[in-house]
């Protein structure tokens, strides 16, 4: 069974500029969550979704935006981009979200803002 | 914030028990005890978790007090592929605490292997 995948693993951009990421979750998973890593905050919870829409936001700035295909698929976009927006962005998927399940994480896609 | 306290690192000599601690003083009835791990340039990866009471699988043991204010994390035979960040969180069952995929990591310990 395929695990998370995430693309691109790695991902050069300048200030001002906006970044698309991509996360396909296992399959059979609906819920997909987003995740910021960086050295200075450690893992943050961004958002996630389940069915199309977000069920829960983390406290990031409206620049962060997400969204979620009918098989489950999602992407995360980063508009206006800042030097601290530099970051390992983790996506996480499980069967519903709830519950005492567990999340399944990628690799991740790390993004470097010059 | 997070809920929980862990030491920042530690070290484990191979083929040991590994004991990670955890404090959650103030944790809910509600709450489980989650154990993940982040191997370095890599996504966290599930170990655990628990309610009340003590769980064992293929990769570990969680050890909770009967006062579910702390709990131990045990590998019982480390080795060199262990080294990794090891993060405790306390989490909400679904319904009314419906956490959507949310999980608040704290800092870890950060636990090294050596030969």
């Known amino acids: 069974k395929a695990g998370v995948t995430q693309t691109p693993r790695y991902l050069i951009k300048t200030r001002g500029q906006q970044v698309t990421l991509s996360c396909s979750p296992i399959s059979g998973h609906r819920s997909v969550s987003w995740y910021q890593q960086t050295p200075g905050q450690g893992l943050q919870f961004l958002f996630e979704?389940?069915?199309?829409?977000?069920?829960n936001k983390g406290n990031f700035p409206g620049r962060f935006s997400g969204r979620q295909f009918s098989n489950s698929r999602s992407e995360m976009n980063v508009s206006t981009l800042e030097l601290g927006d530099s970051a390992l962005y983790l996506c996480?998927?499980?069967?519903?979200?709830?519950?005492?399940?567990?999340?399944?994480f990628g690799s991740g896609t790390q993004l470097s803002v010059l | 914030d997070a809920k929980t306290t862990q030491p920042p690192s530690m070290d484990c000599a191979e083929g040991r028990a590994a004991n990670l601690p955890c404090n959650h003083s103030t944790i809910s009835g509600n709450e489980y005890v989650y154990w993940y791990r982040q191997i370095h340039s890599q996504g966290p990866q599930y170990i655990i978790h628990g309610l009340k009471n003590n769980e064992t699988n293929e990769m570990a043991s969680l050890i909770i007090t009967e006062d579910r204010k702390s709990s131990t994390l045990i590998l019982p035979h480390a080795t060199l592929r262990d080294t990794a960040v090891y993060y405790c969180?306390?989490?909400?069952?679904?319904?009314?605490?419906?956490?959507?995929?949310?999980?608040?990591f704290g800092q870890g310990t950060e636990l090294s292997v050596k030969p």
């Open positions: 979704y389940f069915s199309e829409t977000q069920r």
């Open positions: 969180i306390v989490s909400p069952t679904g319904g009314l605490y419906n956490q959507g995929g949310k999980l608040i």
């Open positions: 996480a998927s499980s069967w519903t979200g709830v519950g005492d399940e567990k999340l399944f």
